[in-house]
């Protein structure tokens, strides 16, 4: 490290790179464009949306008037916007445990070392390259027409628990094939050794998984939920063309929510108030999903 | 027998059934790209009378769907947008972000870069849903820019920026020691030239990696591009597949021909780029 900081005073007395002002040419030279997107497009846009939530905006007139906190307790008492959350909560449980339950399996299954494996990997994969939309509708006409006729019964998606598990069912799908490779990494990072120590020492494959190779995956464990709950909690496209709220509104989700709020209602700051609630409910969960994983953390 | 072989042959057959049980996972998995192939040859009276035959009962083997799904959902203008929309943004991101990422490794210990640095970290916790408001209003309200396929494309950008240069970043930090760039400075190099010609070549794994990620989102984005193109002549393809799904819905063939083509061009892809996709996107997920 120190002969390295040294090497690096060399070229700075040879060259003059030290001066602030050839640190700031470098800078923009070379990140410019790229600090000046993500201000224009993440920065500036989140501090102007905190601004929003202070307005009555209705997208249309040129006057913003200022509110104050209004928004906010319009937002509290939406009660729509809540039993929507609480719906995003409900479906959010669902998939997540789904979602890992399924990926893990496959991953397991796809270790095994049995022939073929690869092809079956890169064939979970497949739902995960075909965007939200697209998948929405090819389910919709699953649900509506071929196990309608499979099953000889109405459709699942004409009822408001039906359209849930519809969601629920399609997410999972959507993403177990995502996470699986997500835990095929942690079981290929879990030594052999070690495993073999296991068996030695007495225990069956059931023990061996449970004691030693779950634990040592246990940082897969965190980014796959992790990744789960943030896209679960946010999820639009597939809401929108799998159920699109229907029926009677029953499974319009928050991310959905919002979106009407704002852009079919036209109110603007209370549907900026409403995603922001949505986002901090969001990194909460996130955030403390992750810190408890960590705390647990074992290494080999 | 001895206990070894008996050990193989009881590894043989629990693998044959975990075969057997795999296959069917496999099966439950392809099951709604066959309800759509099956389909896609059949009749809108076939389709309803039985979604699960192979071939149409009253009209038979047909064609017919794809061509005119293909001239009401305008795909070859929709494919077109989406091609240059996700090219132009993945080159785009790769460009800037590893550039940014070069000069923020480099100047670790400046203050400014670390302030960068962090708030970009950051930031990648912020969904969509916050922005998108703000972001209309912005880009279409007060500077009337939408409806552009360029302002898509910097929009894509600039919403991965962050998470290609951190990749990007670990990738330099790790990866590129500083005596090969002090050689090249010694050889004659600018800092310009060092990086293009020594820096970045070095980098290709993550920049395949960035970009399997990057092109796959944005070609399947479907809320920001609906939001910024509105024109129908600007639409990618999931926008086109809605737009043609809202009017279309009663004419089940159409859509069936729709939606298999709105997933023909990626899976294409897919079977040729199979193992890069794969590893890409695991790495880059173990990393992120």
Same mark, same amino acid.
């Given at each position: 490290?120190?002969?390295?900081?040294? #090497?690096?005073?060399?070229?700075?007395?040879?060259?003059?790179?030290?001066?602030?002002?050839?640190?700031?040419?470098?800078?923009?030279?070379?990140?410019? %464009?790229?600090?000046?997107?993500?201000?224009?497009?993440?920065?500036? %846009?989140?501090?102007?949306?905190?601004?929003?939530?202070?307005?009555?905006?209705?997208?249309?007139?040129?006057?913003?008037?200022?509110?104050?906190?209004?928004?906010?307790?319009?937002?509290?008492?939406? !009660?729509?916007?809540? !039993?929507?959350?609480? =719906?995003?909560?409900?479906?959010?449980?669902?998939?997540?445990? /789904?979602?890992?339950?399924?990926?893990?399996? /496959?991953?397991?299954?796809?270790?095994?070392?049995?022939?073929?494996?690869?092809?079956? #990997?890169?064939?979970?994969?497949? %739902?995960?390259?075909?965007?939200?939309?697209?998948?929405?509708?090819?389910?919709?006409?699953?649900?509506? =027409?071929?196990?309608?006729?499979?099953?000889?019964?109405?459709?699942?998606?004409?009822? %408001?628990?039906?359209?849930?598990?519809?969601?629920?069912?399609?997410?999972?799908?959507?993403?177990?094939?995502?996470?699986?490779?997500?835990?095929?990494?942690?079981?290929?990072?879990?030594?052999?050794?070690?495993?073999?120590?296991?068996?030695?020492?007495?225990?069956? !494959?059931?023990?061996?998984?449970?004691?030693?190779?779950?634990?040592?995956?246990?940082?897969?464990?965190?980014?796959?939920?992790?990744?789960?709950?943030?896209?679960?909690?946010?999820?639009?496209?597939?809401? /929108?063309?799998?159920?699109?709220?229907?029926?009677?509104?029953?499974?319009?989700?928050?991310?959905?929510?919002?979106?009407?709020?704002?852009?079919?209602?036209?109110?603007?700051?209370?549907?900026?108030?409403?995603?922001?609630?949505?986002?901090?409910?969001?990194?909460?969960?996130?955030?403390?999903?992750?810190?408890?994983?960590?705390?647990?953390?074992?290494?080999? | 027998?001895?206990?070894?072989?008996?050990?193989?042959?009881?590894?043989?057959?629990?693998?044959?059934?975990? *075969?057997?049980?795999?296959?069917?996972?496999?099966?439950?998995?392809?099951?709604?790209?066959?309800?759509?192939?099956?389909?896609?040859? &059949?009749?809108?009276?076939?389709?309803?009378?039985?979604?699960?035959?192979?071939?149409?009962?009253?009209? +038979?083997?047909?064609?017919?769907?794809?061509?005119?799904?293909?001239? &009401?959902?305008?795909?070859?203008?929709?494919?077109?947008?989406?091609?240059?929309?996700?090219?132009?943004?993945?080159?785009?991101?790769?460009?800037?972000?590893?550039?940014?990422?070069?000069?923020?490794?480099?100047?670790?210990?400046? &203050?400014?870069?670390?302030?960068?640095?962090?708030?970009?970290?950051?930031?990648?916790?912020?969904? $969509? @849903?916050?922005?998108?408001?703000?972001?209309?209003?912005?880009?279409? +309200?007060?500077?009337?820019?939408?409806?552009?396929?360029?302002?898509?494309?910097?929009?894509?950008?600039?919403?991965?920026?962050?998470?290609?240069? $951190?990749?990007?970043?670990?990738?330099?930090?790790?990866?590129?020691?500083?005596?090969?760039?002090?050689?090249?400075?010694?050889?004659?190099?600018?800092?310009? @030239?060092?990086? *293009?010609?020594?820096?970045?070549?070095?980098?290709?794994?993550?920049?395949?990696?960035?970009?399997?990620?990057?092109?796959?989102?944005?070609?399947?984005?479907?809320?920001?591009?609906?939001?910024?193109?509105?024109?129908?002549?600007?639409?990618?393809?999931?926008?086109?597949? @809605?737009?043609?799904?809202?009017?279309?819905?009663?004419?089940?063939?159409?859509?069936?021909?729709?939606?298999?083509?709105?997933?023909?061009?990626?899976?294409?892809?897919?079977?040729?780029? @199979?193992?890069?996709?794969?590893?890409?996107?695991?790495?880059?997920?173990? &990393?992120?």
């Amino acid at each position: 490290m120190k002969k390295t900081a040294k #090497r690096q005073n060399w070229t700075d007395l040879f060259l003059k790179t030290n001066t602030l002002s050839y640190k700031i040419k470098q800078y923009l030279m070379f990140a410019g %464009p790229g600090t000046a997107l993500f201000l224009c497009v993440v920065i500036v %846009p989140f501090i102007y949306g905190l601004y929003l939530t202070f307005t009555s905006w209705d997208g249309v007139s040129k006057t913003k008037p200022f509110v104050g906190f209004e928004n906010f307790s319009a937002a509290f008492s939406d !009660s729509a916007y809540w !039993s929507a959350m609480l =719906r995003t909560v409900i479906y959010s449980v669902f998939a997540v445990v /789904l979602i890992n339950v399924v990926a893990f399996a /496959l991953a397991y299954l796809v270790t095994l070392g049995i022939k073929g494996q690869n092809f079956f #990997r890169s064939g979970f994969f497949v %739902p995960n390259l075909i965007g939200g939309i697209v998948l929405g509708y090819v389910w919709k006409f699953v649900f509506n =027409r071929a196990f309608v006729a499979i099953f000889n019964s109405t459709s699942l998606l004409s009822t %408001p628990k039906g359209a849930m598990f519809c969601l629920i069912l399609a997410s999972v799908w959507q993403y177990a094939g995502y996470m699986m490779l997500i835990y095929v990494a942690g079981f290929m990072s879990v030594s052999k050794d070690v495993k073999e120590a296991a068996f030695i020492d007495g225990c069956t !494959s059931g023990q061996a998984m449970m004691h030693v190779t779950i634990p040592l995956m246990r940082s897969s464990f965190v980014q796959c939920i992790f990744l789960s709950i943030t896209r679960c909690f946010v999820v639009y496209d597939v809401n /929108l063309s799998l159920t699109k709220g229907e029926p009677f509104g029953s499974s319009v989700l928050a991310a959905m929510h919002v979106y009407n709020q704002a852009f079919t209602y036209k109110n603007y700051g209370l549907g900026q108030a409403e995603a922001l609630i949505l986002f901090i409910v969001c990194a909460v969960v996130g955030v403390t999903q992750v810190m408890i994983g960590k705390k647990g953390e074992v290494e080999a | 027998m001895t206990d070894n072989a008996k050990a193989a042959r009881k590894k043989k057959i629990a693998h044959a059934v975990m *075969w057997i049980v795999l296959l069917a996972l496999f099966l439950c998995f392809i099951f709604p790209f066959l309800m759509v192939i099956i389909n896609v040859f &059949k009749d809108k009276v076939d389709i309803i009378r039985d979604p699960l035959s192979v071939i149409g009962a009253t009209k +038979g083997f047909i064609l017919t769907n794809f061509p005119k799904a293909m001239q &009401k959902m305008n795909f070859w203008t929709a494919f077109t947008n989406s091609l240059i929309i996700t090219v132009c943004s993945t080159i785009l991101t790769i460009v800037v972000s590893s550039m940014a990422a070069f000069v923020i490794v480099r100047n670790g210990n400046w &203050k400014f870069c670390t302030i960068i640095f962090s708030l970009m970290i950051a930031s990648m916790v912020i969904p $969509f @849903q916050v922005l998108m408001v703000p972001l209309v209003s912005v880009y279409g +309200g007060t500077l009337g820019v939408l409806n552009h396929r360029l302002t898509l494309i910097l929009m894509h950008t600039g919403f991965s920026v962050s998470m290609a240069m $951190f990749m990007f970043h670990g990738a330099i930090k790790t990866n590129i020691p500083l005596e090969l760039e002090e050689a090249a400075t010694i050889d004659g190099c600018n800092r310009w @030239q060092t990086y *293009w010609k020594i820096v970045f070549p070095l980098l290709k794994p993550t920049v395949a990696t960035v970009a399997i990620i990057n092109a796959m989102a944005y070609w399947n984005d479907y809320l920001l591009p609906s939001l910024v193109l509105t024109k129908k002549e600007l639409y990618t393809i999931p926008i086109a597949t @809605q737009a043609f799904y809202g009017t279309y819905s009663t004419d089940i063939g159409l859509v069936m021909a729709a939606l298999l083509l709105a997933m023909l061009p990626i899976l294409i892809l897919y079977v040729f780029l @199979q193992r890069y996709i794969v590893e890409g996107v695991t790495s880059g997920a173990v &990393k992120g």
